[in-house]
């Protein structure tokens, strides 16, 4: 198993809608087995530029993070999708040992 995280700017964006929303979109398509979209209130990236949410920032675009774990092949595979968004970010390949809980309900 793999985590894949990738962070990205919130004003980030491919063909009209937020990016974040079309990297969902993305695996779901490609059938990933599930992923998670936080938003984040202050960070910076490679360019140091600081972004964050107070009273006094007319313009925001903070920091989003995105966690996808899945099996090795498939995160392998969507790491070149993703690669190809032009996007300015990182992508993080971790390995994990992952277990699914399930209510027996």
Not at 94 to 104: K, L
Request: hydrophobic share 40%; aromatic share 10%; charged share 35%.
């Amino acid at each position: 198993m793999k985590l894949l995280r990738i962070y990205l700017g919130e004003k980030d964006s491919k063909g009209g809608k937020p990016l974040a929303e079309y990297i969902v979109e993305l695996a779901y398509k490609e059938k990933m087995t599930g992923i998670t979209v936080c938003k984040g209130i202050m960070g910076f990236g490679k360019k140091r530029h600081l972004h964050r949410s107070d009273f006094f920032t007319l313009s925001e675009d903070l920091p989003i993070v995105i966690d996808i774990v899945d099996e090795k092949e498939k995160i392998e595979s969507f790491v070149n999708k993703i690669k190809d968004l032009n996007f300015d970010g990182l992508i993080v390949e971790i390995p994990v040992n992952a277990f699914y809980v399930e209510n027996e309900k």
